[in-house]
């Protein structure tokens, strides 16, 4: 093959790499349980943290194209808990979070931007899109990274046979509970204004 050719042929797979390339969908129902969004609210008198453990959702992600990556993180708002059980039962309530009325916290984006290569299948990039806490959808930006494990989704199972492959989701924002309209300016002395929320979930896209 004469180098002609060859390049012809180098420039041909790339193009078809690009056009063929499909994203892979993550589901971030984890099979373990583990997954889960930790929540603090720094107050002066009652700092106070949980976490929120009902994680589900789907991301859209391809190696090759990290800053199309697009998805919906949905956590069930009733799943929300603190250390002591009345708190716990007073964030729940229609005073509150109201969760009976507004079972569904979500975050939905559709596209990465910022996306900065942080290592082997590893980046750092922002994630703009739609946060919905009590019916109140407000549109945020959350610094992200993703780690890309391909072939460790039957690993983490224990059960390396099955193949497939893992994708790994960190992020921190902070949001102010008036924005959704959960008690604006009330009992900040004991529930703070702001809400620092922090993510570390794992999706799963199985060997097909």
Not at 66 to 82: D, N, Y
Request: net charge neutral; aromatic share 6%; proline share 5%.
């Amino acid at each position: 093959m004469n180098i002609r050719n060859l390049i012809t042929t180098i420039a041909f797979t790339g193009i078809c790499t690009a056009v063929f390339a499909v994203p892979q969908s993550f589901d971030f129902k984890d099979p373990k349980g583990v997954n889960a969004v930790q929540f603090k609210l720094d107050s002066l008198l009652e700092p106070i943290s949980g976490t929120a453990n009902d994680v589900t959702g789907s991301v859209s992600f391809d190696a090759a194209s990290v800053a199309a990556t697009k998805g919906e993180i949905k956590v069930g708002a009733a799943s929300l808990k603190v250390s002591n059980s009345k708190m716990t039962e007073h964030l729940l309530s229609d005073a509150w979070l109201d969760t009976a009325k507004f079972p569904g916290i979500s975050f939905e984006f559709a596209a990465l931007s910022d996306v900065k290569p942080a290592g082997d299948n590893k980046w750092t990039a922002t994630a703009a899109g739609k946060l919905t806490i009590k019916g109140v959808t407000k549109e945020v930006s959350v610094p992200v990274s993703l780690s890309y494990l391909p072939g460790a989704f039957g690993k983490r199972l224990n059960k390396p046979e099955l193949g497939g492959d893992l994708l790994v989701v960190r992020g921190e924002i902070a949001i102010k509970r008036a924005d959704f309209g959960i008690k604006p300016g009330q009992m900040e002395d004991k529930v703070a204004p702001e809400v620092q929320l922090s993510i570390a979930l794992v999706g799963g896209a199985p060997k097909s």
